[in-house]
């Protein structure tokens, strides 16, 4: 089920929303809204994918069950090695889903055998809830939360719809207090909305808009010819310098209303059951280096390998060949945590590679460099990376690189890259200020310069944009096309 979609929109929370806050609380006691909240995450995750439901919770048993045995025998041997299990077991799903296929076709081309394909398909979530449930467990062992003994409110962490298929990644420790003693006030549930509704618009105005120029592009390869609306005939398989620029642009701004726009949708919906999730986005592509993005991206996942793989490896604590080694690890590792396949692990040595420069010389350039170069360095640096990520194969993504320095068919630029230039340039534009804090301050400072009467209109008129805002994404929805979230793959 999406977010984005008129069952979710108009039925299922709507329903849930109701029933949640009609579920009395004894004493203070939010049992039954755990419970209510697990009924419908169940509900949620089933919806799509109804066998693998199982998967989930039996993962979700294991951890629960370590957890108490970890505490059991905690400050004893058998503690490290109950972790250790936990940890093999846990990650032993998500290998099996999502790597088995790889390994054994890399098995073939390297020994030459025939050995068949599993053809799994992945669940959805299970790199997000997998990486929750290690948290947990591995938290505990390191004394850092408390066991969970309530089966319950431990499912409830583990499948919390708002956040289950796409993260942000919410490590236990974030709500281990609020599982048990969240506040639910009405504030709090405006400021929900107000998120969702924000990121809701990222997401079916933004984001699917530019997809579609994505899907264009990625399909220019194919024969045949296009007709544009005024009537005109456009050749297809133009290989452009302009075109292959056009499509990494778009890609750029896609992933980041799209992931950004599913993040605040999720922290809109925690808010409106009364969590608080972690920020997952603070205007990466405003960011000046590479290092400063990571900071600012994913800020969930970023953390989540620092913690639990980069410290333990040792980190910036050790000589300069073994921090270097550590770094290519951990982005080694980032690279196939988003996807089986080389080119991901490419994509993460890329990133590797300037992380490295950014901390022993090109930092320190980047730091005296004029704040229009460094941007600039940065959004071309990301742009590039996307190559490697969203092509399906390293051909594919040579085919690219090719384009960009001039030496596609089409050369420099053709008629179908400056028609799609032209047909989008309004939304590239909308795209290229709403990824910065512009916005914002600009409506921030007009309230404050406004006063009390600014802050009455912006009371007033808020809600009424915001309702606008999901009639438009609502007619959006019910004309458009099935289109899910980018990170829903991962």
Same mark, same amino acid.
């Given at each position: 089920?999406?977010?984005?979609?008129?069952?979710?929109?108009?039925?299922?929370?709507?329903?849930?929303?109701?029933?949640?806050?009609?579920?009395?609380?004894?004493? &203070?006691? *939010?049992?039954?809204?755990?419970?209510?909240?697990?009924?419908?995450?169940?509900?949620?995750?089933?919806?799509?994918?109804?066998?693998? $439901?199982?998967? /989930?919770?039996?993962?979700?048993?294991?951890?629960?069950?370590?957890?108490?045995?970890?505490?059991?025998?905690?400050?004893?041997?058998?503690? @490290?090695?109950?972790?250790?299990?936990?940890?093999?077991?846990?990650?032993?799903?998500?290998?099996?889903? !999502?790597?088995?296929?790889?390994?054994?076709?890399?098995?073939?081309?390297?020994?030459?055998?025939?050995?068949?394909?599993?053809?799994?398909?992945?669940?959805?979530? $299970?790199?997000?809830?997998?990486?929750?449930?290690?948290?947990?467990?591995?938290?505990?062992?390191?004394?850092?939360?408390?066991?969970?003994?309530?089966?319950?409110?431990?499912?409830?962490?583990?499948?919390?719809?708002?956040?289950?298929?796409?993260?942000?990644?919410?490590?236990?420790? =974030?709500?281990?207090?609020?599982?048990?003693?969240?506040?639910?006030?009405?504030?709090?549930?405006?400021?929900?909305?107000?998120?969702?509704?924000?990121?809701?618009? @990222? !997401?079916?105005?933004?984001?699917?808009?530019?997809?579609?120029?994505?899907?264009?592009?990625?399909?220019?390869?194919?024969?045949?010819?296009?007709?544009?609306?005024?009537?005109?005939?456009?050749?297809?398989?133009?290989?452009?310098? %302009?075109?292959?620029?056009?499509?990494?642009?778009?890609?750029?701004?896609?992933?980041?209303?799209?992931?950004?726009?599913?993040?605040?949708?999720? *922290? &809109?919906?925690?808010?409106?059951?009364?969590?608080?999730?972690?920020?997952?986005?603070?205007?990466?592509?405003?960011?000046?280096?590479?290092?400063?993005?990571?900071?600012?991206? =994913?800020?969930? /996942?970023?953390?989540?390998?620092?913690?639990?793989?980069?410290?333990?490896?040792?980190?910036?604590?050790?000589?300069?060949?073994? =921090?270097?080694?550590?770094?290519?690890?951990?982005?080694?590792?980032?690279?196939?945590? =988003?996807?089986?396949?080389?080119?991901?692990?490419?994509? &993460? %040595?890329? /990133?590797?590679?300037?992380?490295?420069?950014?901390?022993?010389?090109?930092?320190?350039? *980047?730091?005296?460099?004029?704040?229009?170069?460094?941007?600039?360095?940065?959004?071309?640096?990301?742009?590039?990376?996307?190559?490697?990520?969203?092509?399906?194969?390293?051909?594919?993504?040579?085919?690219?690189? *090719?384009?960009?320095?001039?030496?596609?068919?089409?050369?420099?630029?053709?008629?179908?890259?400056?028609?799609?230039?032209?047909?989008?340039?309004?939304?590239?534009?909308?795209?290229?200020?709403?990824?910065?804090?512009?916005?914002?301050?600009?409506?921030?400072?007009?309230?404050?310069?406004?006063?009390?009467?600014?802050?009455?209109?912006?009371?007033?008129?808020?809600?009424? /944009? %915001?309702?606008?805002? %999901?009639?438009?994404?609502?007619?959006?929805?019910?004309?458009?096309?099935?289109?899910?979230?980018?990170?829903?793959?991962?």
């Amino acid at each position: 089920m999406l977010f984005s979609s008129v069952t979710f929109l108009y039925w299922f929370l709507p329903a849930v929303v109701l029933l949640y806050y009609c579920v009395p609380r004894p004493r &203070g006691s *939010l049992l039954g809204r755990n419970l209510l909240l697990f009924v419908a995450s169940v509900v949620f995750y089933a919806w799509g994918e109804p066998l693998y $439901i199982v998967i /989930m919770l039996s993962q979700a048993c294991v951890g629960w069950l370590s957890g108490l045995l970890i505490e059991r025998f905690r400050a004893r041997p058998a503690a @490290k090695a109950l972790l250790v299990a936990s940890v093999v077991v846990e990650l032993s799903a998500l290998l099996v889903f !999502k790597y088995t296929d790889f390994f054994v076709a890399n098995l073939n081309a390297l020994l030459h055998t025939e050995l068949g394909l599993l053809a799994l398909a992945l669940p959805l979530g $299970i790199s997000f809830y997998t990486f929750q449930i290690l948290s947990y467990t591995i938290d505990l062992y390191r004394n850092k939360v408390r066991v969970q003994r309530n089966p319950l409110y431990f499912a409830t962490y583990v499948t919390l719809f708002p956040q289950l298929v796409a993260g942000p990644i919410v490590r236990y420790a =974030h709500i281990e207090a609020q599982l048990t003693g969240r506040r639910h006030s009405l504030v709090g549930f405006a400021s929900g909305v107000r998120r969702f509704c924000v990121g809701l618009g @990222k !997401k079916v105005l933004i984001a699917n808009t530019l997809g579609s120029l994505v899907s264009v592009a990625q399909d220019n390869v194919t024969a045949g010819t296009l007709v544009a609306p005024d009537g005109a005939v456009l050749p297809m398989g133009e290989q452009s310098l %302009l075109f292959a620029a056009l499509f990494l642009v778009a890609f750029s701004f896609q992933i980041y209303f799209d992931f950004s726009g599913y993040s605040d949708m999720a *922290l &809109g919906l925690g808010r409106i059951f009364g969590f608080e999730f972690p920020e997952n986005f603070n205007y990466p592509l405003a960011a000046r280096s590479l290092t400063d993005f990571w900071r600012r991206w =994913h800020m969930s /996942m970023s953390s989540w390998f620092r913690d639990y793989v980069y410290i333990p490896l040792g980190g910036n604590r050790v000589g300069v060949l073994r =921090h270097t080694t550590n770094i290519l690890i951990v982005w080694m590792v980032t690279g196939l945590w =988003h996807g089986a396949g080389w080119n991901f692990v490419c994509w &993460g %040595l890329f /990133m590797a590679a300037f992380l490295i420069a950014e901390k022993h010389f090109l930092g320190r350039v *980047l730091a005296r460099a004029p704040a229009a170069l460094a941007h600039l360095y940065l959004f071309v640096l990301v742009a590039l990376s996307w190559i490697l990520f969203e092509s399906p194969d390293l051909g594919a993504a040579g085919a690219t690189v *090719l384009a960009l320095v001039g030496a596609g068919s089409a050369g420099i630029a053709g008629p179908v890259s400056w028609y799609y230039l032209c047909s989008y340039a309004v939304v590239l534009v909308i795209a290229a200020v709403g990824c910065t804090s512009l916005p914002a301050r600009c409506i921030a400072g007009i309230t404050a310069r406004a006063g009390r009467p600014g802050r009455l209109v912006r009371a007033v008129a808020e809600p009424l /944009m %915001l309702g606008a805002l %999901l009639v438009i994404v609502t007619a959006f929805v019910v004309d458009g096309s099935f289109n899910p979230f980018i990170y829903f793959r991962f």
